[in-house]
């Protein structure tokens, strides 16, 4: 039997025929055409990709090609490598690096400007696809005879790699197999009620988990017709919410959402599901939209190394504050060391969780337990039923928009700017991106430093999401007995900054 997960999704849409799988602006493409066209992108890539390394490595904005790409890759038993479409030029330059992929997907800007700065390893090939759709990768796929068999894929072969920051501020490769991607699809189908007349608007990017394994996933396996938005806009997403089933977002959506007079209980009512990850979904804005809309938000709780985890449950009570309960095969647990009745850090298992850290077996090993279970630095509390509820994380890490931001990767570049003696970055509350990234600076004795003009510097070497929205300067930071910067201690003193 086949392990590619593509199996599955070449199944769904031979049986959806000529049903729409992908409707933007107006424009429709057919279950029919996703056989067609990924089959054209496996014989663009297998050309692209013969006699190198099998990766891709791939920065490209939203859109119907990209999707094309994707499919192709995994048709084609192709290791899948996305990345932030916000990603600056100096990240780009250590992911390809590190990846040592055999294809570089991204703008023909991009990939000039990489060119002229020597970034792209020997080896590694390049393809345009611009952020319209359109370009050389577009016009190959036009010209392309298909490759109409699915690749043979063992259940652990890789079928893609997403780079998750670490607290170091290195980041690193998570490799997630057809196994993986496959068992969380079939539990997610399960636990979701996914239906064949689901249909889904798509606003998420499609660069990480929840945009590209679970909704586009779902979708696909289901043979269900995704309305697709290339970014969220409130108007155009209230515009087809009349004619959708299910809606995934971040918290952001529903604030916005929320923001809007037009978004009413009448226009609401033919979801069946609104779902929510990626972040931490507050308790004001589970009630109001609860009071607004009569139906309750499905919060769940996933990672990159180990996609769905948790979820509310489709039946039953969904309880703010809380992610819900494990997934159907898979396991959680608090560290060995937690006191009783104390929360601690998360641990678990299940067909879901990753095989390890592209070329890092020191961090592979520094996750796991000795008897094979996932650290996932969360901290949480599990209930006598199994509810979970995350209350805070074992590293300084920021999830602001539903990105990850790892302060440790932004403190070392601020730190190397004139006049900066040392720097603190934490996330405090933000009203629509959940958390707002910010940086508590003291300056070098004698000298002045300016909050813009760090800012200004930031914007030209890590992407925006990334950027503090706030530097503030101080005289000092608030150190406990032991030296160390008390994070706490400046989120307590911040948290109403954006109130």
């Given at each position: 039997?086949?392990?590619?997960?593509?199996?599955?999704?070449?199944?769904?849409?031979?049986?959806?025929?000529?049903?729409?799988?992908?409707?933007?602006?107006?424009?429709?493409?057919?279950?029919?055409?996703?056989?067609?066209?990924?089959?054209?992108?496996?014989?663009?890539?297998?050309?692209?990709?013969?006699?190198?390394?099998?990766?891709?490595?791939?920065?490209?904005?939203?859109?119907?090609?990209?999707?094309?790409?994707?499919?192709?890759?995994?048709?084609?038993?192709?290791?899948?490598?996305?990345?932030?479409?916000?990603?600056?030029?100096?990240?780009?330059?250590?992911?390809?690096?590190?990846?040592?992929?055999?294809?570089?997907?991204?703008?023909?800007?991009?990939?000039?400007?990489?060119?002229?700065?020597?970034?792209?390893?020997?080896?590694?090939?390049?393809?345009?696809?611009?952020?319209?759709?359109?370009?050389?990768?577009?016009?190959?796929?036009?010209?392309?005879?298909?490759?109409?068999?699915?690749?043979?894929?063992?259940?652990?072969?890789?079928?893609?790699?997403?780079?998750?920051?670490?607290?170091?501020?290195?980041?690193?490769?998570?490799?997630?197999?057809?196994?993986?991607?496959?068992?969380?699809?079939?539990?997610?189908?399960?636990?979701?009620?996914?239906?064949?007349?689901?249909?889904?608007?798509?606003?998420?990017?499609?660069?990480?988990?929840?945009?590209?394994?679970?909704?586009?996933?779902?979708?696909?396996?289901?043979?269900?017709?995704?309305?697709?938005?290339?970014?969220?806009?409130?108007?155009?997403?209230?515009?087809?919410?009349?004619?959708?089933?299910?809606?995934?977002?971040?918290?952001?959506?529903?604030?916005?959402?929320?923001?809007?007079?037009?978004?009413?209980?009448?226009?609401?009512?033919?979801?069946?599901?609104?779902?929510?990850?990626?972040?931490?979904?507050?308790?004001?804005?589970?009630?109001?939209?609860?009071?607004?809309?009569?139906?309750?938000?499905?919060?769940?709780?996933?990672?990159?190394?180990?996609?769905?985890?948790?979820?509310?449950?489709?039946?039953?009570?969904?309880?703010?504050?809380?992610?819900?309960?494990?997934?159907?095969?898979?396991?959680?647990?608090?560290?060995?060391?937690?006191?009783?009745?104390?929360?601690?850090?998360?641990?678990?298992?299940?067909?879901?969780?990753?095989?390890?850290?592209?070329?890092?077996?020191?961090?592979?090993?520094?996750?796991?337990?000795?008897?094979?279970?996932?650290?996932?630095?969360?901290?949480?509390?599990?209930?006598?039923?199994?509810?979970?509820?995350?209350?805070?994380?074992?590293?300084?890490?920021?999830?602001?928009?539903?990105?990850?931001?790892?302060?440790?990767?932004?403190?070392?570049?601020?730190?190397?700017l004139d006049g900066v003696e040392e720097a603190a970055?934490?996330?405090?509350?933000?009203?629509?991106?959940?958390?707002?990234?910010?940086?508590?600076?003291?300056?070098?004795?004698?000298?002045?430093v300016d909050g813009d003009a760090i800012v200004a510097?930031?914007?030209?070497?890590?992407?925006?999401?990334?950027?503090?929205?706030?530097?503030?300067?101080?005289?000092?930071?608030?150190?406990?007995?032991?030296?160390?910067?008390?994070?706490?201690?400046?989120?307590?003193?911040?948290?109403?900054?954006?109130?």
């Amino acid at each position: 039997m086949n392990a590619n997960i593509f199996s599955a999704f070449a199944a769904a849409a031979a049986q959806a025929g000529d049903k729409t799988f992908v409707e933007e602006a107006g424009a429709t493409h057919s279950y029919a055409q996703l056989l067609d066209m990924s089959a054209r992108a496996a014989a663009v890539l297998s050309e692209h990709l013969a006699g190198g390394e099998r990766r891709v490595l791939v920065q490209v904005e939203k859109s119907v090609p990209a999707l094309w790409l994707y499919l192709g890759a995994l048709r084609a038993g192709i290791v899948y490598i996305p990345l932030n479409t916000a990603y600056t030029a100096a990240e780009l330059d250590y992911f390809l690096s590190d990846a040592q992929p055999g294809l570089f997907v991204a703008s023909s800007e991009t990939i000039a400007r990489l060119e002229q700065a020597g970034s792209i390893p020997a080896g590694t090939r390049t393809l345009a696809l611009e952020a319209d759709g359109d370009g050389p990768f577009a016009d190959a796929l036009g010209a392309a005879p298909p490759a109409p068999d699915v690749a043979q894929c063992a259940a652990d072969d890789i079928a893609a790699i997403l780079y998750t920051s670490g607290t170091t501020g290195r980041s690193k490769g998570a490799m997630l197999t057809h196994g993986n991607l496959l068992s969380n699809l079939r539990t997610l189908q399960e636990a979701w009620r996914w239906q064949a007349d689901d249909v889904l608007v798509h606003a998420l990017p499609i660069f990480h988990v929840h945009g590209l394994f679970v909704a586009l996933h779902l979708a696909i396996a289901g043979g269900s017709t995704i309305l697709f938005h290339r970014t969220f806009n409130a108007d155009a997403v209230l515009a087809d919410l009349p004619r959708a089933s299910v809606l995934m977002g971040l918290p952001t959506f529903y604030v916005r959402l929320l923001k809007d007079e037009r978004f009413t209980r009448d226009l609401a009512a033919g979801v069946r599901l609104f779902i929510s990850g990626s972040a931490p979904l507050t308790e004001p804005v589970f009630k109001a939209f609860a009071e607004r809309t009569g139906q309750a938000i499905l919060e769940r709780y996933g990672m990159t190394e180990a996609l769905m985890i948790t979820s509310n449950p489709y039946d039953g009570p969904r309880v703010a504050g809380t992610v819900g309960y494990p997934l159907d095969g898979v396991s959680a647990r608090l560290a060995a060391d937690t006191g009783a009745g104390e929360p601690g850090v998360l641990e678990i298992t299940g067909p879901n969780v990753f095989t390890g850290y592209w070329l890092n077996p020191e961090k592979t090993a520094e996750a796991f337990t000795a008897d094979g279970w996932f650290r996932t630095g969360d901290i949480a509390t599990i209930a006598d039923d199994g509810r979970v509820a995350l209350v805070g994380r074992g590293s300084d890490l920021i999830i602001s928009g539903g990105y990850n931001v790892y302060p440790k990767e932004i403190e070392l570049i601020v730190d190397e700017l004139d006049g900066v003696e040392e720097a603190a970055v934490v996330g405090v509350p933000h009203p629509d991106f959940g958390e707002a990234v910010i940086a508590v600076v003291v300056a070098r004795t004698g000298q002045t430093v300016d909050g813009d003009a760090i800012v200004a510097a930031l914007r030209e070497k890590i992407a925006a999401f990334k950027t503090p929205k706030r530097v503030i300067v101080v005289d000092q930071l608030p150190r406990n007995a032991m030296g160390k910067v008390e994070k706490a201690a400046l989120r307590r003193r911040y948290a109403a900054l954006f109130d």
